[in-house]
């Protein structure tokens, strides 16, 4: 059982930037396809971006491709979301995600361990 826990969600401006992070229990972290999901209000749950296990691969959703940057530390246990040039429909709650296999799944339901999420709002 993987427990996942976000960080660094806030209120910011348009334009600004925010970091999220995402910290694991799991020690075999580095077994674990991570990725970032998020659900605004009304809507369904959406991929965001994820990267591989060795962190030799990675996909971005079209609508954060140049903005928002996904990176991982297997020596930490953690995965990060750089969000630069941020916008109003970028507000959402943002939730951390791991799945075993080594393939990246756009699909929220084919991955397998989820965090609560953390807000982040943007204002214009």
């Known amino acids: 059982q993987v427990q996942l826990v976000e960080s660094g969600g806030g209120v910011v401006q348009a334009g600004g930037s925010l970091r999220l992070s995402c910290a694991a229990s799991?020690?075999?972290?580095?077994?674990?396809?991570m990725g970032w999901f998020r659900q605004a209000p009304g809507k369904e749950r959406e991929f965001v971006a994820a990267?591989?296990?060795?962190?030799?691969?990675?996909k971005a959703a079209d609508s954060v491709k140049g903005r928002f940057a996904i990176s991982r530390d297997n020596a930490q246990n953690t995965v990060d979301l750089q969000m630069n040039s941020l916008k109003p429909e970028d507000t959402a709650v943002y939730y951390c995600?791991?799945?075993?296999?080594?393939?990246?799944?756009?699909?929220?339901?084919?991955?397998?361990?989820w965090g609560q999420g953390t807000q982040v709002t943007v204002s214009s």
């Open positions: 995600a791991a799945v075993s296999l080594g393939v990246i799944f756009t699909t929220p339901g084919r991955w397998d361990y």
């Open positions: 799991e020690q075999t972290f580095g077994r674990y396809t």
């Open positions: 990267v591989s296990k060795s962190d030799d691969a990675a």
